[in-house]
């Protein structure tokens, strides 16, 4: 049911993959709330993926872009001036990948290129989608800029790896950036801190359906669903929010909050033995 909280706004939507996606959620919930926007991802992601069936559903122009390139990056804003007919309104960031994890390379044993890579695409392509749209002056004044985040920035999660540091320095931009752009322009950064999700970056992580299945026994509303994620990144981009920024905002359903519910609890007492060895030493990985 659409409450036209975003008619009349222009949007861009980077990092729509395929139905799983947050950022297809979020999409599909922007245009429903009388937005039009444009579609963003690399080339690569664009050919692979079913970013082409959302635009066609949605009427949405894509522009394949290369998030870590600044060049491309102004490219995507100029662009979606020209298309959207104005200013934008409001820009989702929702990248992030770790070619440590795909390789299943340990925290103690990072390649550094590798690393590199992480938090270029991961995080650093926020600051420099920041920079890019704020020298073209391409952002309208509170105007709402988010990007994705998880609970492994302020807290350790096994198999998360180095996208913990990459989640850390995205957060930290939002707050820098927050204040600069909002003193000059009044535009606001926010991150949102969403529940594990299924997605397909998500899929990637080690043991991602048992910290699914814990967080869900640790939330005291359960885990957040990627259509709820797009719903509350709704309200980000509306003017119901205007006077929030330099937040990160947790969407997890209480997990952040939590320290030991009696659901994961009980799960974990039936389940340590599977952490020990064979002379009954537990193994904390």
Known sequence: MSHNLLKGKRGIIFGALNEKSIAWKVAEKAVEEGAIITLTNTPVAVRMGDVNILGEKLGAEIIPADATNVEDLEMVFTKSMEI???KIDFVLHSIGMSPNVRKKRTYDDLDYDMLNKTLDISAISFHKMIQAAKKLNAISEYGSILALSYVAAQRTFYGYNDMA?????????????????????????????????????????????????????????????????????????????????????????????????????????????????????????
Do not use: W
């Not at 709704?234 to 330099?246: E, G, H």
């Open 84 to 86: 959207l007919g104005g």
């Open 165 to 285: 540091d990459a989640k850390s320095l995205l957060e930290s931009i939002a707050r820098s950036f927050g204040y600069i752009y909002g003193r000059e322009s009044h535009v606001r950064i926010n991150t949102i801190s969403q529940s594990p999700t299924m997605t397909t970056a998500g899929e990637g992580v080690k043991g991602m359906d048992k910290l699914f299945d814990f967080a869900n026994r640790m939330s005291p509303l359960g885990n957040a669903s990627a259509d709820e994620c797009a719903d509350y990144c709704i309200v980000m981009f509306s003017d119901l929010t205007k006077k929030v920024t330099m937040q990160n905002l947790y969407h997890d359903g209480g997990f952040s909050s939590m320290g030991m519910s009696l659901r994961a609890m009980a799960a974990y007492e039936k389940g340590l033995e599977e952490y020990m060895d064979e002379n009954g030493k537990i193994i904390y990985g």
